[in-house]
């Protein structure tokens, strides 16, 4: 978990980004990290009930719901970039493995360690208490990881 080679993996297969709890109110972390993800070229879907759309983007209620809607679309969700309290995040993570999303991020400050042992267990890339969009730009800064053979 956290490792370099493992974030490196992750931004470079990343296309989808499910954010749960993404927020329409502006100045949230989750809007501002996400408009810089958009921006970066990653595609943004947010999951939140309580909204219909943020940066443009359908807003789902659920990961199942998303990942029904991209289906019939012919795409996936290759990670799960997760800003809701740490209490949520075990359902979140058995929702991950159900679904086989293939990655989870659990933004700064959200942090459950069993349930992150979970998810590297069930084969999911995992990352805990980091920043997406600051690891993004240190990522796009610093020279690549040769992957090992």
Known sequence: M???????KILESTKTIAVVGLSDTPG???TGVSRYM???GYRIVPVNP???????????????????????????IDL???????????????DVMRLKIPAVW???GVCHGEAADWAERA???TVMDRCLMQEHAAWKRAPKVEASA
């Open 123 to 125: 084969g999911v890339l």
């Open 28 to 30: 949230r972390a989750s």
């Open 106 to 108: 659990l933004q700064l």
């Open 38 to 40: 958009q921006e970066a």
């Open 80 to 94: 799960v970039d997760v800003f809701r309290a740490p209490s949520f995040v075990p359902e979140i993570v058995k």
């Open 2 to 8: 956290n490792e370099p080679e493992i974030i490196q």
């Open 50 to 76: 309580e909204v219909e759309s943020v940066l443009g983007e359908t807003a789902y209620p659920t990961l199942d719901a998303a990942c029904e809607a991209l289906a019939a679309e012919g795409s996936e």
